[in-house]
């Protein structure tokens, strides 16, 4: 690969970055400005073709892994019928209904070409719905439902595209067959999920190195997808169980495992997430080079009615899937007591952004497969149109209905005071065990330093529920502590940096101690 060729590799990545680094300064939404930067950089860049196999196999493992052990495995649980309405009952509903649409606007295209385009469009993106969810403040009940979804519903529709396409290219298949497949993609996908998860767990409390661990975690998304997909199940499902049951179990490691692996999996979702993003923009040129003559004004119909029916399949499933369980089930009612918000509701049917693996499932379509342009024209369009419109207008929508998660925010921030309390408690017990056991003399002031530090971190956390203020405006002492400290390091790094460029220490002295005073410094911005 000549030197020019790695420039040009390297051209949109760096792009990518420095479009995400101004959207987080300005506190833009950096999925959609992403978008309108490639669209707006595909004239210009035409060489940028979406590879389906580096999507499948190189970006989306770890993206669904990120997302998964940043999730909570007891809040999906919690939300487990919604979830499985909305990522299997609503794929399989898109589906059908965006089939039919395209079967009625191209009867020259066979119904199996039609009704793989509608699998295609049919999952909501991960990324795109981490993205907008968490950013925008929504409920926790609306984030998890959301996240859920998006976590599980690729399993269905990549099922589903994969039996979609066997039939349009001539593989005769009943739907017994096709349910068996489904079926057996799911479950295969869970089992060997279940699997990887315990050997994975085990292996991992007998490293016990943190830069081990957290090198073992990062080959786990890979040679999870890859471990379901060559016994063709559903690998997609093996990914986000092995991550779920990752995260559920990080607050059992090692605090240098935890820190590293935030560290980490922050870096990685960010640079493959502005990627992806980038990417979705930059097929505009390709795509419309591949439709060659048609008609523009037939190929905007289309795609205005593609788009519309995948919005308006979400609405129609969305409404009645949430509140006629609990109307018709007693079981349902019981379980969740608290009857789902109509704001809630209304939010959950508009956050439709389609993403990444749509286009992907899209390119991989064979060369020969009937109607091959059209439906990457149409993919293209309901993605695009879906993250533009609806990501757009969702905080708009939001503040209409005047959803936040402030409620959520002040019962977090009370129950982590009043877990602090506990724990400092019992620790400044055990504190007062072990000096009645016998300390020296000269340990005392040990001791005394312990307990004041242990009753400073239950009152830091009282006083941010007051919002970090006294009752006349004023600092509160946590707050002025904070304050001195963070001026205190800042003056002992800039000695420590002068000591090293006179010689009298050396740089591995340097960051030794430049790392204890991150600790800290980084508990102070924790408070």
């Known amino acids: 690969m000549s030197q020019e060729s790695v420039l040009q590799l390297l051209l949109v990545p760096v792009i990518a970055i420095a479009v995400a680094a101004v959207a987080r300064r300005r506190e833009w939404s950096a999925p959609l400005l992403l978008v309108l930067a490639g669209l707006v950089l595909s004239p210009v860049v035409p060489g940028y073709q979406l590879d389906p196999e580096l999507i499948l196999l190189v970006f989306l493992p770890p993206l669904l892994y990120s997302a998964a052990i940043d999730s909570s495995y007891t809040r999906l649980k919690a939300v487990r019928r919604p979830v499985a309405l909305l990522s299997i009952g609503l794929v399989l509903f898109t589906t059908l209904v965006v089939g039919w649409v395209t079967h009625l606007l191209l009867p020259e295209l066979p119904v199996a070409a039609a009704f793989a385009l509608g699998a295609i469009v049919a999952p909501p993106d991960a990324v795109a719905a981490v993205a907008v969810a968490r950013r925008l403040g929504l409920p926790r009940r609306v984030v998890s439902i959301l996240v859920g979804e998006s976590l599980f519903n690729d399993a269905t529709a990549l099922t589903v595209y994969r039996v979609a396409v066997s039939a349009a290219l001539g593989a005769g298949i009943t739907w017994p067959e096709a349910a068996g497949r489904f079926l057996y993609a799911a479950a295969g ?29 990062l080959l786990i998304p890979f040679g999870a997808y890859l471990t379901a997909e060559i016994v063709h199940t559903s690998g997609v499902v093996s990914v986000v169980i092995v991550g779920l049951s990752v995260g559920h179990r990080m607050p059992s490691a090692g605090f240098g495992t935890r820190l590293l692996s935030g560290a980490v999996w922050r870096v990685m979702g960010f640079f493959l997430e502005t990627i992806v993003f980038m990417l979705i923009g930059l097929q505009l040129w390709p795509i419309m080079s591949a439709l060659g003559g048609e ?31 609990r109307r018709l089930s007693a079981r349902v009612r019981r379980n969740e007591p608290k009857p789902p918000s109509w704001p809630g ?18 390119f991989a379509l064979p060369e020969e497969f009937p109607g091959r342009p059209t439906i990457l024209f149409l993919t293209f369009a309901v993605v695009i149109g879906t993250l533009l419109i609806q990501g757009l207008s969702f905080p708009a929508l939001i503040s209409r209905l005047r959803v936040s998660n402030e409620q959520e925010i002040f019962a977090d921030n009370l129950a982590e005071a009043g877990a602090k309390q506990q724990a400092a408690t019992a620790s400044l017990a055990r504190l007062e065990e072990l000096a009645a056991e016998g300390v020296p003399e000269s340990g005392e002031h040990v001791v005394r330093l312990l307990r004041k530090r242990t009753e400073h971190q239950p009152l830091a956390a009282w006083e941010r529920l007051g919002g970090g203020t006294g009752p006349e405006g004023e600092e509160t002492p946590s707050g002025l502590y904070r304050r001195l400290r963070r001026e205190m390091l800042a003056v002992e790094r800039d000695v420590l940096v002068r ?9 591995e002295v340097l ?10 410094e980084a508990n102070l911005e924790r408070e």
């Open 295 to 325: 008609d523009p004004w037939r190929l905007a119909g289309m795609a205005l009615a593609v788009f519309a029916a995948t919005v308006l399949a979400r609405a129609v499933w969305v409404v009645p899937s949430i509140h006629l369980p």
């Open 189 to 217: 996908g869970v089992v060997i999920g279940v699997a990887l998860s315990w050997l994975l767990n085990r292996l991992l409390r007998l490293l016990r190195d943190p830069l081990t661990e957290n090198t073992v975690m």
């Open 345 to 362: 509701t209304l939010i959950v049917s508009w956050a439709g952004m389609r993403g990444v693996v749509s286009l992907a499932a899209a």
């Open 499 to 507: 000591l090293r460029d006179e010689g009298r220490i050396d740089d």
């Open 511 to 520: 960051r030794r101690v430049i790392r204890e005073l991150d600790f800290e």
